[in-house]
């Protein structure tokens, strides 16, 4: 079992993934206010982008999962977290609501985030076989090419994520696939903690810029929820300038 110690290195590349999403957002909302000629909803170039943003946030999230129990965390931490992520999601709703009342996100990466959490937790738990984990993250990943159904269109069934066509919204992130990816970072974690526990572990080289990012990361929902009001608010001041 390792130590109760922070893992610099997963929280380094959240960071990379927290300053590359920054930069697809201010694209965005650069788009959004006519300053930007792009197709954010079907260009391969942006919508590629949004993917591996996304799956890079989950797939830490399956490693952090792995991580914790590893490391003994208590439920009481766990949970902390977790309401803390479905009270954020619900002030996504409200803000998407107030800003894209026509496709407002009714769930998006952290209304995923919250409930692929209880499920992987869940699993983790169980210190079920890393083979069963793999093949478990491609049913995920694989589901949704054999069984979407017109019945899982509706808003009130479209978070499993078995439907025929995308829903009209900001952001979606549902059960299937996305779970998939972060049951591949609980069984990735579990092998690197097993066989290659320095790889999570180990110091980061000494760089200001690999530092900060690992500062980044560690304060990860914080920086989620705050980066977009701030650069509309700068973007809306510099425009009214």
């Not at 992520?85 to 619900?90: E, K, N, Q, R, S």
């Not at 829903?167 to 069984?187: N, S």
């Amino acid at each position: 079992m390792l130590t109760q110690t922070r893992a610099s290195r997963l929280d380094m590349i959240r960071g990379v993934a927290l300053v590359w999403m920054a930069g697809f957002h201010f694209c965005f909302d650069l788009s959004h206010f006519g300053l930007l000629q792009a197709n954010f909803y079907h260009d391969p170039f942006w919508t590629i982008q949004r993917s591996m943003i996304v799956s890079s946030f989950i797939f830490c999230a399956g490693i952090g999962q792995a991580l914790a129990v590893n490391q003994g965390q208590n439920g009481y931490r766990f949970w902390i977290r977790w309401w803390q992520i479905v009270g954020c999601a619900g002030l996504v709703t409200f803000a998407s609501w107030w800003v894209f009342p026509r496709s407002l996100i009714t769930f998006g990466v952290l209304h995923g985030m919250a409930l692929m959490l209880l499920l992987t937790r869940f699993l983790a738990l169980r210190h079920l076989p890393e083979s069963f984990l793999w093949l478990l993250g491609f049913f995920f990943l694989w589901l949704p090419s054999v069984a979407s159904h017109p019945f899982f269109n509706s808003q009130w069934t479209n978070w499993l994520g078995l439907v025929t066509h995308r829903p009209q919204t900001e952001d979606y992130v549902p059960l299937f696939p996305w779970c998939g990816v972060m049951i591949f970072g609980l069984a990735a974690g579990r092998w690197m903690i097993r066989s290659h526990p320095e790889a999570l572990m180990a110091a980061l080289p000494a760089s200001r810029i690999l530092h900060g990012l690992a500062v980044l990361g560690r304060w990860s929902l914080s920086f989620y929820m705050l980066h977009q009001p701030l650069m509309w608010g700068l973007l809306l001041i510099a425009m009214a300038a």
